[in-house]
């Protein structure tokens, strides 16, 4: 099987170029189903691939350039269950938006699709990656892609201003991740994952490889947006169109987490791996991008800001569950992924329709037009109790995981916080969605700050296949912690991805894995803790989208009250979130040198 | 072995971010991106240098002729290649920049915030 993984790559990346240079020579019908074809057999591909890899990683050696005695010749695409799974995800996500496209942006050029098709190309080939030096290289491809894509109505300002933040900080992130490739090659002479991993478990690491790490790391945490590198990713994600943000929303940002996941397990755990201090500065990160992006997405009235604020919550969440370091953890991850991934997709597909149906993308704007609206609405209220993780809905499977995981290895505290950052996010959707499609609330709120210029939308839909597409991303994305065997074979997964001898064992000297244990398919129960702490997080949601809808009727000493409190903290949020591409450079800056400074005071004290 | 190149390399690094940061004009801000990442470049040139090492052609050398690490040359090259897309792409956007709203300087173009 190991001619899948390469194909994964071949097939969008030929169509993308068939696309493109047809582009005036073909029908746009056989265009059309050339490019939804073409992205959706990758996905079938993806999910061959994930069949394949239940037995063993999957290894494809290019141009059969076999490593030899041990020593990586050539350059490798490795897979096991989760990169596989995470392709079949990214392939089902990208189809699912195409799809959407097709009337959406009917007057957009054929380019439109070509970059589609190369950002699945480059974020299939960064999560099959086994060699360093090419992470970077489709990094940096899926990078190009997204940016030209987030300025693709480049008619407006909007769009060039989210674009160039959105390429200047990713560039600096992929550029300290060039300098950290050059220090580990230094110090290893390789650049395949396991055989750099191999050469760092004999004798200490030592500062040079912390520095490497940090930077490595740091690269992926800006094109992941955890907090502090998060700043550009409203920007991008205010201005493109709908579509590109369930793409670049739903995976191409999460899609930093499993670069951050992969280097940790196949390089750094062997020399780093004694004691928790690499988990618990992502931990943090974690923790602090989950309540902070819950916040700020609390205090958005731009739909698609909302949500991106709330891509950054769930990433936190999922930063958190990796840096765990351990299968629970990690398994947790991928749940949350796979379903946030799915979910996140469909609510921008909603505000997209929204956004065709009544020119307006503002949530007080929008208030009670969207009434009688039921599939939309059933759509983006079903898409919000998935993402707070209501028991037994969307997120809920890996936010248990997480809990398990983390009283497993005595941080007990961390579940609370992590619930409490999805139940932020959730609130502004709920009071988003009580506003819109229930015309509830106040007309004007002055803590949501002032509306940005609206950009009315005029097209010619077929919008029954707009809404068909929304409605199936949340039902996916939905059912995802009720899959039979799903939560087994994630932890089944994690154990794999964790296992950095048999990695490199399986990868330079082609040693059979070991066979997978036998999994039930049954339903992955979870905690009480966790079941208490899902209905928790959701009558918190909706309370808080009550107090936000109906502020006004607060007695008004309580409301005096938090609004002397809580108006300068909200200030300085605000003013934080600039727009301005320097401060995110310097943000970046000072970000990567703290988390190196707290690595190197933990890793050598 | 010889830390000059090493020292240079974080300098470039350092002065192409703090250039970025406190850039006022997009055209200005990419040469800056480029110096920051011309760093790299120093630095994998000066990881795979051997003194008195040749040209890494081997057609026609004795073997165990000294040589400098080739691996590092072609590293450099994709880097070059992969950042002059990512450059065009942004002077793109600055062109887009002034000619909608007539000015290059990213502060007065946050058009969004918050």
């Keep these: 099987m190991s001619w899948i993984p390469p194909l994964l790559v071949a097939i969008p990346l030929l169509a993308a170029a068939v696309t493109a240079g047809l582009d005036h020579i073909t029908p746009r019908p056989v265009q059309d189903a050339l490019v939804v074809a073409a992205s959706a057999a990758t996905t079938a591909f993806a999910f061959v691939l994930l069949w394949s890899t239940e037995r063993r990683e999957v290894v494809h050696w290019f141009g059969g350039w076999r490593p030899h005695h041990g020593i990586a010749l050539g350059i490798d695409f490795a897979a096991g269950p989760l990169a596989a799974g995470m392709c079949a995800v990214i392939g089902l996500v990208v189809t699912l938006a195409l799809l959407y496209s097709l009337t959406f942006l009917r007057e957009a050029a054929r380019l439109f699709d070509a970059l589609m098709l190369v950002a699945l190309a480059a974020m299939c080939g960064f999560a099959m990656s086994g060699d360093l030096f090419n992470l970077f290289v489709w990094l940096e491809l899926m990078g190009v892609a997204a940016y030209a894509l987030t300025g693709f109505q480049v008619e407006r300002l909007g769009p060039v201003q989210g674009a160039v933040n959105f390429a200047i900080t990713n560039s600096i992130g992929g550029y300290l991740f060039a300098v950290g490739i050059a220090l580990l090659y230094a110090r290893t002479g390789a650049l395949n994952l396991a055989q750099i991993g191999d050469a760092l478990s004999h004798g200490s690491a030592g500062g040079l490889v912390i520095v490497a790490m940090t930077l490595l790391l740091c690269g992926f ?30 995976v191409m940002t999460d899609i930093g987490l499993i670069g951050v996941a992969r280097l940790h397990w196949a ?15 992502l931990l943090w990160l974690g923790i602090v991008s989950a309540l902070l992006a819950g916040t700020m997405a609390f205090l958005q009235r731009h739909l698609k800001r909302m949500l991106a604020y709330s891509v950054v919550c769930h990433i936190g969440i999922m930063l958190a569950g990796i840096g765990l370091l351990d299968s629970s953890g990690l398994a947790g991850a991928e749940l949350i992924f796979l379903a946030h991934a799915l979910l996140t997709a469909g609510l921008f597909f909603v505000a997209g329709i929204l956004h065709v149906d009544h020119g307006l993308i503002d949530e007080l704007h929008l208030r009670g037009r969207a009434r009688g609206c039921w599939a939309l609405a059933a759509a983006w209220f079903a898409g919000t109790i998935g993402l707070v993780g209501t028991p037994y809905a969307g997120i809920y499977l890996g936010h248990g995981l997480i809990d398990e995981g983390a009283t497993a290895i005595g941080r007990p505290w961390v579940p609370a916080l992590l619930w409490l950052g999805s139940a932020l996010a959730g609130a502004a959707l709920f009071r988003a969605g009580g506003r819109i499609f229930l015309g509830w609330g106040d007309e004007d709120d002055p803590l949501l700050g002032e509306a940005m210029e609206e950009d009315p939308l005029e097209r010619e839909v077929l919008r029954p296949l707009l809404v068909g597409v929304a409605l199936v991303a949340v039902v996916l994305g939905v059912v995802v912690s009720v899959v039979p065997g799903l939560g087994q074979r994630a932890e089944y997964a994690a154990d794999r991805f964790r296992d950095t001898s048999g ?98 005071l933990l890793l050598r004290g | 072995m010889s830390y000059l190149p090493y020292a240079v390399a974080a300098w470039i690094c350092l002065v192409g971010i703090a250039g970025v940061a406190t850039s006022r004009n997009l055209i200005h801000l990419a040469i800056c991106l480029t110096v920051m990442q011309s760093s790299s470049y120093v630095l994998l040139l000066s990881v795979g240098y051997v003194k008195h090492g040749k040209a890494p052609i081997f057609k026609g050398t004795k073997l165990g002729t000294t040589a400098v690490d080739p691996v590092v040359q072609a590293l450099t090259l994709t880097d070059i290649v992969v950042s002059v897309a990512v450059i065009a792409l942004i002077l793109g956007l600055a062109l887009d920049a002034h000619r909608l709203s007539g000015t290059v300087d990213p502060d007065r173009l946050a058009d969004i915030s918050g």
Excluded: E, M, Q
């Design chain 1, 267 to 281: 390089v750094f755990a062997v020399p780093f791996g004694n004691g928790h201090a690499v988990g618990d500065v």
């Design chain 1, 221 to 250: 945490l800006v094109k992941g947006a955890v907090v502090p590198f998060h700043l550009w990713a409203a920007d991008a994600y205010a201005v493109a169109p709908a579509p590109v943000c369930a793409v670049l929303g739903g």
């Design chain 1, 503 to 600: 990695y490199a064992a399986r990868v330079l000297r082609d040693r059979p894995t070991s066979p997978p244990p036998s999994l039930s398919i049954s339903i992955r129960h979870t905690s009480l803790d966790s079941l208490l702490y899902g209905a928790g997080a959701t009558i918190v949601a909706l309370g808080l989208a009550f107090v936000g809808l109906h502020r006004r009727r607060l007695p008004r000493a309580v409301a005096a009250a938090g609004g002397r409190t809580l108006a300068s903290p909200i200030r300085v949020l605000h003013a934080l979130h600039s727009g301005v591409v320097g401060d995110y450079v310097t943000w970046v800056a000072v970000g990567t040198a703290v988390t190196g400074a707290a690595w190197a």
